[in-house]
């Protein structure tokens, strides 16, 4: 997971309250991902950004909001937090031969 | 979209067995597969990837193939050691069409010592 850094690690929410998810990579990539990984679903791309400026929505993204600050900053936001998005948060970045490196990720528990 | 279905969803193996984890997938324009390896309470770690131009490719324990007129590729670890117990997944993305990745469900592998 070296390069990619998330905070925070854990958070417990009540529903309707908001928070920000931050992701932040040193290694100067283009691209940066945000998925979910939630019990025998493998990992959901929530949303995604090819490049600064840019973002693009996955197959899951109602309920969060992103960010693309600059280059090295990626940030999801959760307006109105509901417990089905209790969940564990990864992001990621590729590499320019497309290789995924992924962050530690965040716990995320609504209740 | 694409679909990427991972078999099996559990695997347990004797230490020194071979372990073999397979995936399909369902568009042709997907051309990069990689695979991860996740341990517990970590984020997963890419640890081989094949690219739709070669059929086979190894790195000491672990190889991957593909077949792509079949659309399916397989993971073969082999000599297994407990500390290849994990959950693996599998991943598809059409790189030359865009960004994503397409992963499957995943496979607890359990080496028994």
């Known amino acids: 997971n070296a390069g990619v850094t998330q905070t925070p690690k854990f958070q417990v929410l009540k529903t309707g309250q908001s928070m920000t998810l931050q992701c932040a990579q040193d290694m100067n990539h283009n691209s940066m991902y945000w998925y979910r990984q939630d019990p025998g679903m493998g990992l959901r791309l929530i949303y995604y950004s090819a490049s600064e400026g840019t973002t693009d929505k996955g197959e899951v993204p109602n309920g969060y909001n992103v960010s693309r600050l600059n280059k090295r900053e990626f940030s999801l936001r959760l307006e109105s937090a509901a417990p089905s998005q209790t969940s564990v948060y990864f992001c990621a970045i590729a590499t320019s031969r497309h290789e995924q490196f992924f962050g530690p990720g965040t716990r995320l528990t609504v209740l | ?113």
Request: glycine share 8%; net charge negative; hydrophobic share 30%.
């Open chain 2, 1 to 113: 979209g694409e679909n990427v279905e991972q078999h099996p969803s559990t695997l347990s193996v004797q230490e020194g067995d071979s372990a073999v984890i397979k995936c399909t997938y369902s568009d042709s324009a997907s051309n990069y597969f990689p695979w991860y390896k996740q341990e517990l309470g970590k984020g997963p770690q890419l640890i081989i990837d094949i690219r739709s131009n070669v059929g086979e490719k190894k790195d000491q324990r672990i190889a991957v193939t593909l077949n792509k007129t079949a659309k399916h590729f397989s993971l073969h670890i082999t000599e297994t050691q407990p500390e290849d117990s994990a959950v693996y997944f599998c991943a598809a993305s059409p790189i030359n069409t865009g960004n994503q990745f397409y992963f499957g469900t995943g496979t607890s592998l359990t080496v028994i010592p």
